[in-house]
């Protein structure tokens, strides 16, 4: 019960969050999803031709199929080094814009609090929560659009290309992944727990290097 209670929060907390920022961005993440589009494509494209690069190797004395796969290749990698630059430049900017508003939201928060609140609770602590809260909003927001724009449409271009050249190995490896999601799954929780002690480390050091400060 506890922790469909914690689900339903966590999902109303996202939801809340996308609904907040995503609609102030609207621009810059228009843009990094047309990019992250193509940057799908062309993903899908450099599978493809990989067929075409063999058998051209494979092919001595024919320079115009050369050519012309090289000439493919090139341009894929343009198109998609484009792409991949819009990214990132339009990610960077509304990322920025969230991480400047949380922090502002953060800080008018804090100042409503007494006296007694910044008595209970160490500088470092409220460092730390201004600058990684502020920060992870950003991370959960940029990992929500790549995850089901990018990498979405990265895996059914792979797939698709995948099944219309090799039937019988993708059919193989569709048998198997699922294991292989299990531990990376695993693994994910593990690297999760190590972020939460390296946050608390981290506002420890903060808080040590202060009271040192204070004695000198």
Same mark, same amino acid.
């Given at each position: 019960?506890? *922790?469909? &209670? &914690?689900a339903r929060?966590?999902? *109303?907390?996202?939801w809340?969050?996308? *609904?907040?920022?995503?609609r102030?961005? +609207?621009?810059?993440?228009?843009?990094?999803? @047309?990019?992250? +589009?193509?940057?799908?494509?062309?993903?899908?494209l450099?599978?493809?031709?990989?067929?075409?690069i063999?058998?051209?190797?494979?092919?001595?004395?024919?320079?115009?199929?050369?050519f012309?796969v090289?000439?493919?290749?090139?341009? /894929?990698?343009a198109v998609?080094? &484009?792409?991949t630059?819009l990214?990132?430049?339009?990610l960077? #900017?509304?990322?920025?814009? /969230? +991480?400047? @508003?949380?922090?502002?939201?953060?800080?008018?928060?804090? &100042?409503?609090?007494?006296?007694?609140?910044?008595?209970? #609770?160490?500088s470092?602590d409220? !460092?730390? *929560?201004?600058t990684?809260? @502020?920060?992870?909003?950003?991370?959960v927001?940029?990992?929500?659009?790549?995850s089901?724009?990018?990498?979405?449409?990265?895996?059914l271009?792979?797939?698709?290309?995948?099944f219309?050249?090799?039937? @019988? !190995?993708?059919?193989f490896? !569709?048998i198997?992944?699922?294991?292989?999601?299990?531990?990376?799954?695993?693994?994910l929780?593990?690297?999760?727990?190590?972020m939460?002690?390296?946050?608390?480390?981290?506002?420890?050091?903060i808080? +040590?290097i202060?009271e040192t400060?204070a004695?000198?």
């Amino acid at each position: 019960m506890f *922790r469909k &209670l &914690l689900a339903r929060l966590s999902d *109303r907390m996202l939801w809340r969050l996308l *609904r907040e920022n995503m609609r102030l961005q +609207v621009f810059n993440y228009g843009t990094a999803i @047309a990019a992250m +589009v193509v940057i799908a494509v062309t993903t899908a494209l450099t599978a493809w031709i990989m067929r075409d690069i063999i058998d051209s190797m494979m092919t001595s004395g024919d320079r115009a199929q050369v050519f012309a796969v090289a000439a493919s290749v090139a341009l /894929i990698f343009a198109v998609k080094g &484009l792409a991949t630059y819009l990214q990132v430049v339009s990610l960077s #900017r509304a990322g920025n814009s /969230i +991480v400047a @508003a949380q922090q502002r939201k953060l800080y008018d928060r804090i &100042l409503q609090h007494g006296v007694a609140f910044f008595n209970d #609770r160490a500088s470092s602590d409220l !460092l730390m *929560r201004m600058t990684l809260s @502020a920060e992870s909003a950003r991370r959960v927001i940029d990992t929500i659009v790549m995850s089901f724009v990018r990498d979405l449409l990265s895996l059914l271009g792979l797939v698709a290309v995948m099944f219309y050249q090799q039937p @019988a !190995l993708s059919l193989f490896s !569709l048998i198997f992944g699922p294991a292989a999601m299990f531990g990376i799954r695993k693994i994910l929780g593990r690297v999760r727990q190590i972020m939460e002690a390296e946050m608390a480390s981290a506002a420890e050091i903060i808080k +040590v290097i202060q009271e040192t400060s204070a004695g000198i």
